[in-house]
């Protein structure tokens, strides 16, 4: 069983920087690929970025590439999504989420490969 805390979301204005944090409970973390996704208000869920569970390889939705960047810490069952140059249309709440099948990276943009999930951390951004 793999349990994730998402922190780091909150209030800040348009073309801030901010880094969201999920913290993972549970001997598998290093295992698994992980992921962001994240929805806004009436929106689908939709996928924000992947790395996969070395580190060595990442993903990332095309709206996303450039201003957000997704890295880990296996030592410290951390995985972070660094997002620069917030926009208004960024606001929503991200969640994290882990591979539910260790060593894999297939489709890493497709939520049905993720079987845990965070409670989400609200991120909203003012104009």
């Known amino acids: 069983q793999v349990q994730l805390v998402e922190s780091g979301g909150k209030l800040v204005q348009a073309g801030d920087s901010l880094r969201l944090s999920c913290a993972a409970s549970g001997r598998t973390f290093s295992s698994n690929t992980m992921g962001w996704f994240r929805q806004a208000p009436g929106k689908e869920r939709e996928f924000v970025a992947a790395i996969k569970w070395s580190g060595s390889m990442s993903y990332y939705a095309d709206s996303m590439k450039g201003r957000f960047t997704v890295s880990r810490d296996n030592a410290k069952n951390t995985v972070y999504l660094q997002m620069n140059n917030l926009k208004p249309g960024d606001t929503a709440v991200y969640y994290c989420?882990?591979?539910?099948?260790?060593?894999?990276?297939?489709?890493?943009?497709?939520?049905?490969?993720?079987?845990?999930w965070g409670q989400g951390t609200q991120v909203t951004v003012s104009s």
């Open positions: 989420a882990s591979y539910t099948r260790a060593f894999q990276y297939t489709s890493p943009g497709d939520s049905r490969n993720y079987g845990y």
